[in-house]
Each structure stands twice: as structure tokens, then as C-alpha cells.
């Protein structure tokens, strides 16, 4: 008998169409997220798993699943992020878990810029104007925003994202400031990313538009809140394709009504996709549905990372984009 796979979402049927020699396939056609209570059901004897973000794996989780059942070997995000993993509970549990970075970091970067520029220029603000039919007159300060080219860009997370939006700047005449947990090798910053290190409070007092893209640990939840947007110039812009809970939303909210920022262009929510409904009462955000890496070509190749990763697994071989070798260990001695 094949070992058995979960395809907990539904997706592109010619790339998952490669995982049937090797598996028995069950494939959620509802297109519905499984709670935790069915994701167990569902997880009771298979191998392994391709999931998105969307897929709690907590430690409770695995620990119930664990006490019916060992069989479930590999789990795979169809992302870069893993937030939605407990890593430790994984490896203390001898599941292997595996994400899709890299192949998504140009589409992401673009994304990220046109963010930045719908928000600094007040596109979807001022298409609303025209679509609502407010447009009975043009006027020399209507719409007004602020500058992209010769600008300040900060960058907080200089990962490999973060120096794929670094490097678009060049085009643009900014100056580019980053911090980062570690800084970078001095000698490569401004000549591979045209970025400077500057320490935190620099970052958010100097940058003009300042774009988040650096990982969520339950470390940085709620790490911007009163102190950073408060260093903030009124004239900035505040840019989140990372995870929203790295931000409180609450005092972001707050900002944006009171004009302690000039706008904000989010994809992504502490509560995705029971997003806090405050946005949509205000006019200075553009807000999209967690869409970053969103190109045809892109999904596609995260698709196929995570299909990879789980071939691998099958055929006794180190999963590609695993991230916690410690259970390959284990599970590979053990077993
Ligand atoms: C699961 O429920 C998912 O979204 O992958
Ligand atoms: C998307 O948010 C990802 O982590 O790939």
C-alpha cells in the first residue's frame, strides 16, 4: 500500500497530478479550512501533508494526533513563512517540516513596491473617488501624495526579500537604511543592496516609507506599537508583507486616524481572514488579501517546492527546504 498524503487545499490538479505514483491522494476539494479537530481526523495515518499558511500545527495538536497515531512523517507549507508550525513540538514529535522559500522573493519584492507606491500616491483612495462618481471637477491639490523617487526607503528584515526590495530602489535615487537582527557584512551592503545599517529608532524616524519584511516569531508580536510609529515622520508610510501580528493594530489604527502617519499599505492581518474591520473606515490604507507572492509563475513554483519536499521525504531522501533537521535526525536513526 502507497503511503498516504493530506493535500489539505485544493490546487493547480497538473502540478499535485506528480505526487500519484507515489501516494494515495486526499485531496480537500471543499476548499474549506480544516479545524483543528478534522485536521487530526484527517492526519490519523497518512504520511504527510502539503498545506498553507492556513494550517495550524500546534503542539497540542500533534500531541493528540501522536497519542492515536505515528505515522504523519512530513508537513509542507506552501510558503516561506512556517509561523503556523510549533517547530520545536515538530521535531520533539519526529515531524519533519518543510517550507517554499526563494522562488517567491522577486514576486514578493515587486508586490511589496506596488504597496509602497499605491499608498504613497493614494491609487486605490483616488480610484474610489472616480468609481463612486465624486470626480465632477479636477483641482491642482486634489490627491495629493508623497515622492518615491529621492525618498528615505527603510527596510526592517534585510532577509532575502528585503535585499530583493532594496535593490529595485536604485532605480528610484532613494537612499535605502535597514536594520536587521544581524547586520550585514558591511562590504556587501551597499554594494550588492545600495542599503545602509542603521539601529532601530534610525529606521523609524528617518525612513519616508518604511516596508516590514522580516519573519514572525512570537518574539516581534505587537513589536511595533506606540514607541516606533510614535518616531515616525507624519508625512511616512508604514508597508506590511511580512505578518500583521508583528504589528499592534490598534495603535497602527490609531495613527492612521489621528495622522500620525500618512498611510499604511498592508497585505496582511493579525487576523487573516477576520481581519480588523477598522481598515475599511479608513481612506489613507491600501489593504489586500495576503497576496504577495501572488504570480502565476511564483505559486506555482512554492507548488512545486512542497510537492519536492514530500517526494523526498517518500523516497527516504533529505527533504530540499526542510527546516528542522533535528527531526530528519531522529526520524531517519529511529525509525
Ligand atoms: C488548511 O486547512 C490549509 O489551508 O492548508
Ligand atoms: C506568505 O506569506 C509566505 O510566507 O510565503
Redesign the pocket.
Same mark, same amino acid.
Given at each position: 500500500m502507497r503511503p498516504k498524503l493530506l493535500v489539505a487545499r485544493a490546487m493547480f490538479p497538473d502540478l499535485l497530478s506528480r505526487l500519484t505514483p507515489y501516494f494515495d491522494l486526499e485531496i480537500n476539494q471543499e476548499d474549506r479550512i480544516f479545524t483543528e479537530d478534522e485536521l487530526i481526523e484527517r492526519l490519523h495515518g497518512k504520511f504527510g501533508m502539503i498545506c498553507t +499558511?492556513s494550517a495550524k500545527i500546534s503542539s497540542s495538536l500533534l500531541q493528540r494526533l501522536k497519542s492515536i497515531n505515528d505515522d504523519l512523517k512530513i508537513i509542507s507549507? @506552501? !510558503? =516561506?513563512?512556517?509561523d503556523n508550525f510549533d517547530i520545536a513540538s515538530c521535531t520533539e514529535n519526529r515531524v519533519m517540516a518543510t517550507? +517554499?522559500?526563494d522562488v517567491?522573493n522577486e514576486t514578493?519584492a515587486d508586490f511589496a513596491w506596488a504597496l509602497m507606491m499605491a499608498t504613497a500616491r493614494r491609487v486605490t483612495e483616488a480610484e474610489a473617488f472616480l468609481r463612486d462618481g465624486e470626480w465632477k471637477k479636477w483641482s491642482v491639490d486634489f490627491f495629493l501624495g508623497a515622492d518615491i523617487h529621492g525618498s528615505t526607503l527603510g527596510i526592517l528584515g534585510m532577509g532575502r526579500i528585503g535585499q530583493a526590495i532594496a535593490r529595485r530602489a536604485a532605480g528610484f535615487g532613494m537612499q535605502v537604511i535597514y536594520h536587521n537582527r544581524q547586520r550585514l557584512d558591511p562590504d556587501i551592503e551597499l554594494k550588492a543592496h545600495c542599503a545602509e545599517y542603521v539601529d532601530r529608532e534610525t529606521l523609524f524616524s528617518a525612513s519616508d516609507h518604511l516596508i516590514l519584511a522580516l519573519p514572525f516569531t512570537p518574539e516581534v508580536r505587537h513589536s511595533i506599537g506606540v514607541a516606533e510609529i510614535s518616531r515616525m515622520k507624519r508625512s511616512a508610510t508604514l508597508i506590511n @508583507? !511580512?505578518?500583521g501580528g508583528i504589528v499592534d493594530e490598534d495603535v497602527l489604527i490609531d495613527a492612521l486616524r489621528t495622522g500620525q502617519i500618512a498611510g499604511a499599505g498592508l497585505d =496582511?492581518f493579525e487576523n487573516e481572514p477576520n481581519f480588523n474591520r477598522a481598515f475599511l473606515d479608513l481612506k489613507n490604507v491600501v489593504l489586500t488579501p495576503?497576496i !504577495?507572492?501572488a504570480s502565476e509563475q511564483t505559486r506555482r513554483a512554492?507548488v512545486s517546492q512542497a510537492i519536492n519536499n514530500v517526494i523526498a521525504a517518500v523516497k527516504g531522501e533529505i527533504p530540499p527546504n526542510l527546516i528542522n533537521r533535528q527531526a530528519l535526525h531522529l526520524g531517519f536513526e529511529q525509525n
Open positions: +499558511s507549507t @506552501i !510558503a =516561506v513563512g512556517y517550507n +517554499s522559500p517567491l514578493t @508583507i !511580512a505578518r =496582511v495576503h !504577495a507572492s512554492m
